[in-house]
């Protein structure tokens, strides 16, 4: 008589609903951040694909390269939340996931700083990526890791 499957069972082989959708939701956070990756890459190094087309780093790598950044973020952010599952994020969890936000917001303004007028480039010249906007792009990076790493639920056993 057990060997029939019941239908009101939540759980099926020892998996609830919810672990799967955790887990689907956290493949496609990897996913994501996979596909934010390679964006970056091609935003950062593209002569590494043969889509160098100048010697400097101008507006259209800069744009490409923050946009991957883009989803590179939201990809580490939808994968970290759904490893919380339904537990109640703590308070630490949430300045983390503010940390994220403002983290981009300090790469996207060091990155477009000439382009926002606030860079070493006057306006008529091509926007250029110097060494202090590049200095900016990796503070900004290191508050997004930062983020990240408060985003972790620590308390909870990942298997």
Do not use: C
Not at 68 to 86: E, F, P, R
Not at 107 to 135: H, K, L, N, T, W
């Amino acid at each position: 008589m057990n060997d029939i499957p019941s239908t009101n069972n939540p759980v099926q082989n020892g998996v609830s609903p919810q672990e799967i959708r955790e887990s689907t939701r956290v493949r496609l956070a990897l996913i994501l951040t996979a596909v934010g990756f390679i964006v970056f890459i091609i935003g950062t190094k593209p002569e590494w694909f043969n889509l160098d087309r100048s010697p400097v780093v101008g507006f259209v790598q800069i744009a490409v390269f923050l946009i991957g950044l883009a989803i590179i973020a939201i990809g580490g952010y939808m994968g970290l939340n759904a490893l919380w599952g339904t537990t109640e994020r703590t308070i630490v969890a949430d300045i983390g996931q503010r940390l994220i936000a403002t983290g981009y917001v300090i790469v996207v303004f060091s990155g477009m700083a000439d382009v926002f007028g606030m860079g070493s480039q006057s306006r008529p010249d091509v926007p250029y990526f110097g060494p202090i906007q590049a200095v900016g792009v990796a503070i900004g990076e290191f508050v997004i890791a930062v983020g990240f790493l408060m985003l972790v639920p620590y308390h909870k056993h990942i298997p």
